[in-house]
């Protein structure tokens, strides 16, 4: 089993900037991945940003310039930095862990909870 826990998300002004972070716990053997995902109402959820283990990046074109992933290997830790917010930023994220857990080094992938992240004025 791996437990996500998300935390960072709020209301913004159009402009100001969100840190989100997301915690994966248990018998973790490996991590192959870490991303974050959004869904806004009405809409597909879609790929935010993601970082591999061995730290290679991929950002949606939305996103670009403005939004940074990292990770704490040790901590098991991925975050989001979010600047320049735009109204079109709200949505719910979600955080997701993929890798092997245990030790039978069992395949995982985990989705948090999610966390809204609001941008108005």
């Known amino acids: 089993q791996v437990q996500l826990v998300e935390s960072g998300g709020g209301s913004v002004q159009p402009g100001g900037s969100l840190r989100l972070s997301c915690a994966a716990s248990g018998s973790i053997f490996s991590i192959y991945g870490m991303g974050w995902y959004r869904q806004a109402p009405g809409k597909q959820r879609e790929l935010v940003a993601t970082?591999?283990?061995?730290?290679?990046?991929i950002y949606a074109d939305s996103v670009k310039g403005r939004f940074t992933i990292s990770r704490d290997n040790a901590k098991n830790t991925t975050y989001l930095q979010m600047n320049s917010l735009k109204p079109e930023d709200t949505a719910v994220y979600y955080c997701?862990?993929?890798?092997?857990?245990?030790?039978?080094?069992?395949?995982?992938?985990?989705w948090g909870q999610g966390t809204q992240v609001t941008v108005s004025s």
């Open positions: 970082i591999t283990n061995g730290g290679s990046t």
């Open positions: 997701n862990v993929g890798g092997r857990i245990g030790i039978k080094r069992t395949t995982y992938n985990s």
